[in-house]
Each structure stands twice: as C-alpha cells, then as structure tokens.
C-alpha cells in the first residue's frame, strides 16, 4: 500500500495531459472541478432569476431573496456602511462559489478546488483588488495613502508606521488565501489517512486490520460532519474578512 | 544524529506546538463567550457568532503553523 501516492493521487492536483494540435492544454482534476461547478452555478442562478422576474418558480426565488439578505444584512451593509450596496453582487458570488467548490469535494469522486493555494490565491487576489480598488475610488490615491497613518501621529512615528501598515494589508490578503487552503487541504488529508490507518495495520496482521475498522469509521464519520461545518464556516469567514477590510479601508480613512 | 531525522523530529514538535497553541486560545474564546452568554442571554446570539468568526481567524492562525510544518518535512 503506497501511502504517498494514496494521498498524492486523492489531494493534490494532475494534469490530465490534453494535447491538442501540439498544444498542451492544462486542464488538471481541479479545473475541471471548478468548471463544472461554474457551469451548474450559472444555469441554476440564470433559472433562478429567470424565476424570479415571471413569479414563477416560487421556492427558489423565495430562497434566493432570503440568501441575497441575508448577505446584505450580515455581511456588507453592518461593515461596510452604505458605500457598500454597490459590492453586493461580488460578496454574493463569492460565498455561493467557495461554499459550491467546498461542498464539491465532499462529492465521493470530485476534488476540492479550494485545497489548492492556486485556486485561493486568486480568489485572495480578487478580493485584494477589491479593497484596494474601493480605497482609491472613495479616497482618492493621496487619501488612500493618507489613510494608512491615523491623523495626529508626531512626525517622526510616520515612516515607521507606515511600512508596517502597508505590510499588514499585503499580509492581510495572504493570509486569507492560507486560512482557505489549509483547513480544506488538512481536512481532506486527516480524511483519507484515517483510511489508511485501516491498511497499513491490516498489513502487519489481518485480524487487528478488521478491528481497527470500527474506530476508524467512527472517527471518519464524525471527521465528515465536521468537513461539511468547516466548508460553510469558511466560505463565511473569507466572504466577512473581505467586508471587513474593505469597510477598514473605506471609513477610517 | 542525522540531519534527515532531525527535520521529522523538528516537524513534530512543531505541530504539537501548534496545536497547543490553538487549544488555549480556542479554550479562552469559549469560556469568554459562555460567561457573557451567562451573564446576559439575551446577547447569546451575537456572542456565538462573534465566537465563531474569532475561532475561524485563530485555526487560520494555527494553520499557517502546521503549513509550515509540512513543509519542513517535504522540503529538503
């Protein structure tokens, strides 16, 4: 039983090697994932507000409406004040497209896409554009710049604080990146060597392989449950921090 | 001892570490939270989530640790 390719061939991510015409087209496991997912979003949103506008399909636009206030109430409207209403689409997509991808791994044959630092570095970056992006249209690029140091500092504290806070922000967006893709990659791993446990020591003696069968699968089941809270927890948390930095940038500034 | 073992050795003590770490600061947010809740329940609900979220930014705290860790031991 080869652990590292187990775990390899599960988790990471593998070309799947498209040439076409002497071009290598890079479509790997994980795009695909994002792909489909992408697709099955945009045909259920487009029905879904298609939905919505004729009164027709009454439950989903119901469901919609309380998904699409629940954001603005809880997310961009208590952090970002009323500059924000225009950034409500994008904090709608975003939760709905982490949480998708996120549930998607738990699908018995998908990858998750977020357990690729790839994948949340762009996300990271959208949402780095985005704060950056609404400090320069409220502020201007002098305020943006003036806002990083609190007025009323002494002068000679300025070239001191303001590396350190452009260096927090920077580190701000990192960061989020990191906290998506580690507990995703680390949920994912204890998932699978929980299985291994069971062939590894089946290998050394069959008999305790088949005893260590019932913990195993008891600490799987409640490994899973706890996979599915993480996945809704933090395409909530990365959805807030976005809010809440942007909110930073845009009214203390 | 070699340098090979030692870099597994360093990898494992560094998780353990990091997992203590977490279990105080997780353990201190809890009982900050239940001892407001207790003290006036009807701030229960905003109290769990503010739980909740603080709980989310420290596992990406302790995460950023065992990163590391792992990369410690692929690394070489």
Redesign the interface.
Same mark, same amino acid.
């Given at each position: 039983m080869d652990v590292a390719e187990t775990i390899s061939h599960h988790i990471l991510d593998h070309d799947w090697g498209v040439v076409l015409g002497g071009f290598r087209i890079p479509i790997t496991t994980h795009s695909v994932t994002i792909f489909c997912v992408s697709v099955i979003l945009l045909l259920g949103l487009t029905w879904a507000a298609r939905a919505h506008k004729s009164r027709g399909g009454k439950l989903i636009s119901v469901l919609m409406e309380e998904y699409v206030s629940f954001i603005r109430g809880g997310i961009v409207l208590p952090n970002m004040g009323n500059e924000g209403r225009g950034m409500l689409p994008y904090f709608c997509t975003l939760f709905l497209f982490i949480l998708c991808v996120n549930l998607a791994g738990m699908i018995p044959e998908m990858k998750t896409a977020t357990s690729n630092i790839s994948v949340t570095a762009a996300l990271a970056l959208c949402s780095g554009a985005l704060i950056v992006g609404s400090g320069l249209k409220y502020h201007g690029l002098t305020g943006f710049l003036k806002g990083f140091v609190p007025s009323g500092t002494p002068g000679w504290l300025v070239p001191l604080i303001f590396p350190l806070e452009v260096i927090s922000l920077v580190i701000k967006v990192c960061?989020l990146a990191?906290?998506l893709?580690?507990?995703m990659l680390?949920g994912h791993m204890v998932l699978i060597c929980l299985l291994l446990i069971i062939f590894i020591i089946g290998e050394m003696s069959k008999f305790f392989g088949v005893v260590s069968m019932f913990p195993a699968m008891l600490l799987e089941i409640f490994m899973t449950c706890l996979e599915l809270l993480v996945a809704f927890?933090?395409a909530y948390?990365f959805t807030?921090?976005t809010a809440i930095f942007a909110g930073s940038v845009i009214h203390t500034h | 001892m070699e340098l090979v073992a030692l870099k597994y050795i360093a990898a494992g003590i560094g998780a353990g570490l990091v997992v203590l770490g977490a279990g105080f600061g997780l353990g201190k947010i809890g009982a900050a939270a239940l001892e407001g809740a207790a003290r006036q329940p009807e701030a229960a609900g905003d109290l769990r989530t503010t739980m909740?979220?603080i709980a989310? !930014?420290l596992?990406?705290?302790a995460?950023?640790g !065992?990163?590391i860790c792992l990369l410690t031991m692929v690394m070489k």
């Open positions: 960061v990191i906290r893709f580690a507990n680390s927890l933090q948390v807030l921090l | 909740i979220i989310a !930014l596992e990406g705290a995460m950023l !065992l990163v």
